[in-house]
């Protein structure tokens, strides 16, 4: 599939999952030319790594806090293909992005108003913890969740 009909099918896939995802194509298309885009099927992932000078809210935010980080900015999957592991396949491609980059943190966002109970449980069961909650000038809340890119051990080491 040529780049423009996968561009294509992920900006499809993104509409059906509901206003708080929904973007223009344009605005799609731009947050895809600064991301990494990753597809699997009926599935998407899109990340924007740190350093990008989009005008775009809620990578602004995170881009004041952090310095090294990849912004998860949506990851969807579409009904008939959720609860098989393709969220967590996703992830674990995104994971292997950030270490690649160099990032310390994976950064995201998950709406509360209007309310994403999936996108919390889904994020916190992945090791995400919450830092802030943010009200958008769009009047939508979000909380942002951070992960680190490599999980240090805490076991003590005893001669």
């Given at each position: 599939?040529?780049?423009?009909?996968?561009?294509?099918?992920?900006?499809?896939?993104?509409?059906?999952?509901?206003?708080?995802?929904?973007?223009?194509?344009?605005?799609?298309?731009?947050?895809?030319?600064?991301?990494i885009?990753?597809?699997?099927?009926?599935?998407?992932?899109?990340?924007?790594?740190?350093?990008?000078?989009?005008?775009?809210?809620?990578?602004?935010?995170?881009?004041?806090?952090f310095?090294?980080?990849?912004?998860?900015?949506?990851?969807?999957?579409?009904?008939?293909?959720?609860r098989?592991?393709v969220?967590?396949?996703?992830?674990?491609?995104?994971?292997?992005?950030?270490a690649?980059?160099?990032?310390?943190?994976?950064?995201?966002?998950?709406?509360?108003?209007?309310?994403?109970?999936v996108?919390?449980?889904?994020?916190?069961?992945?090791?995400?913890?919450?830092?802030?909650?943010?009200?958008?000038?769009?009047?939508?809340?979000?909380?942002?969740?951070?992960?680190?890119?490599?999980?240090?051990?805490?076991?003590?080491?005893?001669?």
């Open positions: 599939m040529s780049v423009k009909g996968r561009q294509e099918t992920c900006w499809q896939l993104n509409e059906l999952a509901g206003e708080s995802m929904s973007a223009s194509r344009d605005r799609f298309e731009e947050l895809v030319q600064e991301g885009l990753h597809q699997s099927g009926q599935a998407f992932s899109l990340a924007l790594p740190a350093g990008r000078a989009l005008d775009y809210i809620p990578y602004q935010w995170v881009q004041t806090r310095d090294n980080f990849l912004y998860w900015d949506r990851a969807v999957v579409a009904q008939a293909h959720r098989q592991g969220g967590r396949s996703l992830f674990a491609t995104l994971m292997a992005d950030a690649d980059a160099g990032a310390d943190l994976v950064v995201c966002a998950v709406h509360d108003r209007p309310h994403n109970r996108g919390h449980a889904f994020v916190q069961a992945l090791g995400f913890v919450a830092i802030e909650s943010v009200m958008l000038p769009s009047r939508d809340i979000v909380t942002f969740y951070q992960c680190p890119v490599t999980q240090r051990s805490t076991a003590i080491a005893t001669p």
